[in-house]
Each structure stands twice: as C-alpha cells, then as structure tokens.
C-alpha cells in the first residue's frame, strides 16, 4: 500500500463522479453544436469559414482556458477551482441560446470554451491524485468516458427537441448550460487533493512523501520546458495535437457525415450519431477493463493503430450509405483507447508541482489540433472528397502512433512518485 491508497470508497466514488461531470458536460456541448450546426447555418447564412470557426470556437476557447485554470490549478489547488470553471459554461451558455447573430454565437462558445478548457486540467489532475496506484487507470478512462455519455444525452435531448422546429438548438443550449448548475454546487463540496498539500509542505506526516520526492525538482510552469520535462512536454502534446487533429477532425462532423453521404432524415441523422456514441462507449468500456492489466502503451499503441488502419480502410473501399455508421461506430470505438491515455496519460507523467500546468499546456496543444482538423476538414471534403480525407487524418494518426513507439512509458499500477519525471 502506497501513501495515498486508503481514501475512503466515499471520497473516491463522489470524487470521481463530480469531477468526470465536466467531461459529461463538454460531449453534450460539443455534439449539441454538432447536431445544431447545420440549421444555425442556414439561419445565420454563414459563409464555410463561419461554419469553420463555429464549431471550433469553444475548442479555441479551450487553449487559453486550459494553460491558465492549470496554471492556477498548481498555484491555489484543485477544489478551489472546480466551481469557477463551470461558471464559464453556465453564463455562456445561456447566452449562447440567446444569440441573434454569428458574432455573438462565436464569442458566447469561445468564452464558454474556456470553462471547459479550465476544467481539463482540473478535474484530472485531482482523479489521477485521489487514485489507488492498482485502478488508477480504471478511473481515469471512466472520468473521460463521460464524455461519450454527454454526447448520447445530448442526442437523447436533441430527438425530441426537434419537433420545435429549427430553432430548436437554443432550447438544447440552454439545457446544457443548466445542467452545470447541480454540479457547480456539489463541486463546491470536494476535498483538496492530498498530494497537492504535500506538494505545498500544507500536509506532513512520517508515513508521507517530501515535498522535494513530490516535486522532482519542479518549482514552476517554465520547467515544463526545462532538461528531461522538456521531453515529456514535448511528447505528450505532439502526440495529443495528432490524435485531436484526426478524432475531433472527423468527430464533430458525424451529423454532417451522415446527412451527406448516408440519410435524407434528420431523425435518421440523429439515431445515427446516438449509435457511433454507443460505440464510443462500448469502445471505452473494454478500454476501461484493460488499462490497468495491459496498460498504458498497449492501450495507446492499439488504439492509434486501430485508428489508422480503418481510416485507410476508408480511404480504400470508399464507404457510403448507412454502412457509415457500422463503419464510424468501429472507428470511434478504438478511438478511445488512444483518447483515453493521451487525456490523461499527463497526470501520471509530471510531478506534482506542475502537474495541472503540464495537463493544461498538452490540453491546449490537443485543441490547437482540434481546431485545425475541424477548421479544415470542411474544405478538405469539398477538394479532395471524403475517402481522401480519411487518408490525410490516417496518415496523421500513422505519424502519432511513430512517435509513439518511440517515447511511452509504462505507469500503470504505479505510484505518482514514480511514474512522473523531474527536471534532471
């Protein structure tokens, strides 16, 4: 038994389901927009580049949110902030739903995006910290399969919602900025993480790690960037920017996808989209099972190579009709064995001190990726067509998994103190 393995089941169980509710709340955000995008389109005539920056815009929020709430993370401690960050996604939420224009729409999600980007670094800073060492994974894939969850709500809310007629997706903004509500109040509630009390010399004991044995020499956010954490930045946010290129590139466009080249039904669209999230789901379940046994490079080396094997497949048989959603619900489901450690495979690498810093500079550098691929994907569509495209992100996925192979560790069933990686 290591230093932090006897938390209460309690304060594990009301841990892990309060802070993986803001990844619930960013897949109901960003499937919303997803379904919404196409009428919004045609009610706010946006031009393609509109269109673009619409979907992009909360990722785009995310990189700033996401280097400054880590940032704040490792200064001031975890709880303290984890009702601040929703703050964001509840105001701008609602104002989201009130938007009279492209404009006002853009900087609603933009601002709201940065609640939700704060909460990346956040919430799995804390769950990897409040983790037993022998299931630490097991939690870790949970809290981000929660995201997948939202996405299905998102189309639970969404069917129904449809029969408002097309301005329907200010009513299912709406609900989702007032879904933060309960969670904002019991966040208020959470324990801070022991770790960053030892980290700080706030909690000492002769059964406890050294602040020195927690920080590994780490003082601050610009030695993330210094000697061997340099690598670790460096490894981390490039393969993360790769595989958000490819996932969110593909990922917010499903809805589009399947309105092109599969259904002239937008309830069709939607019970299509709801089955790639059971995917998603049953993908993350079994990533969930295995993580711990076969651990973190098995499960990252699988996941991307599944990834770029099938959208080769793609590219080659040239896949359309309803045979897409077979087709996307296989692709997403090993998608989240890859999605699921590059989340959180930063909290297991940097040590304490800068651990929140370091998730937020690989999360930021994962939304520039998303920002590029969903920017991007639209006009790739229309120049090279779908099979092409699918080639261009199976190539990115290829050159993720490359680097891969080159430079993952091990943590599994491993204590924080050991896993993670100071200066020298």
């Known amino acids: 038994m290591g230093y932090f393995d006897d938390f209460p089941s309690s304060t594990k169980v009301r841990t892990f389901f309060v802070s993986s509710a803001g990844f619930l709340l960013d897949g109901y955000d960003l499937s919303v927009i997803s379904f919404a995008s196409t009428f919004i389109l045609?009610?706010?005539?946006?031009?393609?580049?509109?269109?673009?920056?619409?979907?992009?815009?909360?990722?785009?929020?995310?990189?700033?949110?996401?280097?400054?709430?880590?940032?704040?993370?490792?200064?001031?401690?975890?709880?303290?902030?984890?009702?601040?960050?929703?703050?964001?996604?509840?105001?701008?939420?609602?104002?989201?739903?009130?938007?009279?224009?492209?404009?006002?729409?853009?900087a609603s999600r933009l601002l709201l995006g940065v609640g939700i980007g704060g909460d990346y670094p956040i919430s799995s800073t804390l769950m990897s910290e409040m983790s037993p060492p022998s299931s630490r994974g097991r939690y870790l894939v949970g809290a981000v399969s929660m995201y997948w969850i939202g996405s299905a709500l998102s189309g639970a809310v969404t069917y129904p919602a449809l029969t408002l007629g097309p301005f329907f997706w200010r009513y299912v903004f709406l609900v989702g900025a007032l879904l933060s509500v309960p969670i904002i109040l019991l966040r208020l509630r959470l324990s801070e993480s022991p770790r960053w009390l030892v980290s700080t010399g706030a909690l000492k004991g002769s059964n406890l790690p050294t602040p020195e044995l927690e920080n590994k020499g780490a003082k601050g956010f610009a030695d993330l960037f210094k000697g061997r954490m340099l690598w670790v930045t460096v490894f981390l946010s490039s393969v993360w920017f790769l595989f958000d290129v490819a996932s969110y590139g593909i990922g917010l466009y499903y809805p589009y996808l399947l309105e092109q080249f599969a259904f002239p039904s937008k309830y069709e669209v939607v019970l299509g989209t709801l089955a790639i999230s059971a995917g998603a789901i049953v993908g993350y379940a079994v990533a969930e099972a295995v993580v711990d046994s076969l651990g973190r490079r098995v499960v990252l080396l699988t996941g991307l190579g599944s990834?770029?094997?099938?959208?080769?497949?793609?590219?080659?048989?040239?896949?359309?009709?309803?045979?897409?959603?077979?087709?996307?619900?296989?692709?997403?489901?090993?998608?989240?064995?890859?999605?699921?450690?590059?989340?959180?495979?930063?909290?297991?690498?940097?040590?304490?001190?800068?651990?929140?810093?370091g998730q937020g500079v690989a999360t930021a550098a994962s939304r520039v990726g998303a920002v590029l691929g969903v920017f991007y994907f639209p006009?790739?569509?229309?120049?090279?067509?779908?099979?092409?495209?699918?080639?261009?992100?199976?190539?990115?996925?290829?050159?993720?998994?490359?680097?891969?192979?080159?430079?993952?560790?091990?943590?599994?069933?491993?204590?924080?103190?050991?896993t993670s990686q100071g200066v020298r």
């Open 42 to 106: 045609r009610e706010f005539s946006l031009t393609t580049p509109e269109y673009g920056l619409l979907l992009a815009a909360s990722l785009i929020g995310m990189i700033p949110g996401s280097v400054l709430f880590g940032w704040l993370s490792d200064r001031m401690g975890r709880s303290k902030l984890m009702g601040v960050d929703l703050f964001f996604f509840l105001v701008f939420g609602i104002t989201a739903a009130l938007s009279q224009n492209f404009a006002e729409l853009f």
């Open 379 to 418: 006009q790739l569509t229309v120049s090279l067509g779908l099979a092409n495209s699918l080639f261009t992100f199976a190539t990115v996925s290829l050159v993720a998994l490359a680097i891969s192979l080159l430079g993952a560790r091990e943590t599994a069933k491993k204590q924080l103190e050991d």
């Open 307 to 357: 990834m770029a094997a099938l959208l080769y497949l793609g590219w080659g048989v040239r896949l359309h009709g309803p045979l897409l959603v077979p087709y996307f619900m296989s692709f997403v489901a090993m998608e989240q064995w890859a999605g699921a450690v590059t989340l959180f495979y930063p909290t297991e690498l940097f040590p304490t001190s800068v651990r929140s810093s």
